[in-house]
């Protein structure tokens, strides 16, 4: 995915000013919907479906966003700014981060892209090569020790685990399987 750049940022045909635009709407929705206090529950039918309610439909719209974003590959500052400023710091970072309905959106968020990575087991794809490209660039490979040391409990170190573990485990296997397939060189 290639990003022009655009020298007004409120300009918009740009493309980041949209994705901006786009997590107010869903920080407002969030807000609107946590102060109206209703029902967020999870049910295991959702695990294929991640069914009809609110919360999984907003972790629908962020796992299209993440996907979106893994999509950007450049040598300057405008992946990191796309992935993890714009995409995951609205995840992670919200002032209603504590509310029941962004927990939900999370644990849903972080199931649709372990399940993504997952199915790479069955069959190395493209759109899940995407998703392990986008949580190293932006969790990191995760290292016990130092998480340990911290004392800080993040949400996301469970899905950076999985992830690393899934990397280390399947990473040679895929480069050796397919040879004459080019990989992905950020990957």
Known sequence: ????????????????????????FLKVLIKVFDEAGERVYFQRRDDIFFGNDLSSRIANLFHRAVFHASGVNTKEFRMWEVQHNLVWSSIERWENKDSKIMKMVRRKLRRLIWNEVKDMDIFPNYKGARYVRFCLNVLGFYDEAIYRQSGVKNESWTLAKVVSDWVAKNYQTIVQTHRNRRLHPTL
Not at 3 to 24: G, L, V
């Open 1 to 24: 995915m290639v990003i022009k750049k655009y020298k007004n940022t409120f300009d918009p045909h740009n493309p980041y000013w949209h994705a901006r635009e786009a997590n107010h």
